[in-house]
């Protein structure tokens, strides 16, 4: 649990934070950023994550542009949600506005910043190559193309130079499964997703020659990709990780046939039900299962059991992205032909505005951040630095 007695002292006699406080919107922004990394129960963290957020939200107007600022960007995603490597740049433009940080520490940040960037630009250019080799652009019309989407989603997990092989896999493997994701939601019948399914369980070249034309591309780009990393891992490790990497990949397609299901029958899941499957096809336990076989860092079987038991923490981190992705494209790819996500669920289940639906789902997110923040703290990163 997180040390909360050091509130008291920011308490009147009652045990309600003193009014004077509000005057110092530097602390309140402090106390608001801190109070992101409480857990379920901590109710001194809930009354401070409240009083700051009131007060904040009403001295717009009092501060001076900078502060402004700041306040508007932590009000919006707190420093705990954001993207380290963005947030270093959004520190230096800040620090520029502020005439705060000494020059010299200022110009290391951007040598540091300008260093990093170089590596990633790289592998951009890299990444760009094997995307238009692969063809999916081209051969597949229905999927999206998301390369440098993916990047900068793989860049904000892993953004430290020294991970550019683990980056690389990881924008190549949201690219492979995004475009299988777009071909399970809006394209073939249902017959064809079972199909594909099943010669993903088999995990056989041979099972590929029974799929249509434009799942065979697919099968053929996941298949060389989990037997290339399985290749890698066995001659740098010693160990043969393919069944960690198959077995992901079937939880995967699984997870999409039972959306595939609903959406071919017709039926709308209750909010449960949609989220004991989403959490596992907005696809974090399988990013997790290849980052951690792609970081370089030593690997044993019992390290990738600890991942297979799929522990609190990858449940919570992957419910956050799934219901994040839904608050920001469900009308989107409902209107693509895609089934009902969580907002959908809530409204047509229980009977709700989408405006109440909206806020129901903000509130599991922030429940969900609780609950990620506690599993976080449990976890022994000596053991699991994917994690």
């Not at 499964?177 to 070249?205: C, K, Q």
Request: a negative charge.
């Amino acid at each position: 649990m997180t040390y909360i007695h050091v509130f008291n002292k920011f308490k009147d006699g009652s045990g309600r934070f003193v009014d004077s406080l509000r005057e110092d919107v530097a602390g309140l922004v402090s106390l608001y950023e801190a109070t992101h990394l409480r857990m379920d129960g901590e109710d001194d963290f809930e009354e401070a994550y409240s009083f700051s957020t009131r007060h904040l939200n009403s001295s717009f107007g009092k501060m001076g542009i900078e502060l402004g600022e700041q306040v508007k960007q932590s009000l919006e995603i707190p420093l705990h949600w954001r993207m380290p490597r963005l947030e270093a740049r959004n520190s230096i433009d800040l620090c520029l506005m502020e005439d705060s940080m000494p020059s010299v520490l200022l110009k290391f940040a951007k040598l540091d910043y300008n260093l990093v960037q170089s590596v990633h630009q790289q592998e951009v250019q890299e990444l760009s190559k094997w995307w238009r080799d692969l063809g999916f652009k081209e051969k597949l019309e229905f999927s999206r193309d998301r390369l440098m989407e993916n990047y900068l989603w793989s860049m904000g997990i892993v953004f430290e130079s020294q991970f550019s092989k683990c980056r690389k896999g990881l924008t190549k493997f949201v690219c492979i499964l995004t475009a299988i994701d777009d071909m399970y939601d809006i394209y073939g019948s249902l017959d064809e997703p079972e199909h594909f399914t099943d010669a993903v369980n088999r995990w056989d070249l041979k099972a590929m020659k029974e799929l249509p034309e434009y799942m065979k591309i697919c099968y053929w780009a996941m298949f060389n990709f989990g037997n290339e990393i399985a290749y890698d891992v066995l001659t740098n490790h010693g160990l043969d990780v393919l069944s960690y990497i198959k077995e992901q990949w079937t939880n995967l397609c699984r997870s999409y046939l039972v959306e595939a299901r609903w959406f071919y029958s017709g039926y709308t899941p209750t909010l449960d039900q949609y989220l004991d499957n989403s959490w596992t096809s907005v696809g974090g336990p399988a990013a997790i299962t290849h980052a951690y076989l792609m970081l370089g860092l030593p690997l044993t079987l019992d390290s990738l059991d600890g991942l297979k038991i799929s522990s609190d923490a990858i449940y919570w981190a992957s419910l956050i992205t799934r219901l994040s992705d839904d608050l920001g494209t469900s009308k989107d790819e409902i209107e693509r032909g895609d089934m009902a996500k969580s907002i959908h669920c809530c409204m047509i289940k229980e009977g709700v505005s989408e405006e109440e639906a909206r806020d129901r789902i903000k509130a599991l997110i922030s429940f969900s951040w609780k609950k990620l923040n506690e599993a976080s703290a449990k976890i022994n990163h000596r053991h699991h630095p994917a994690l």
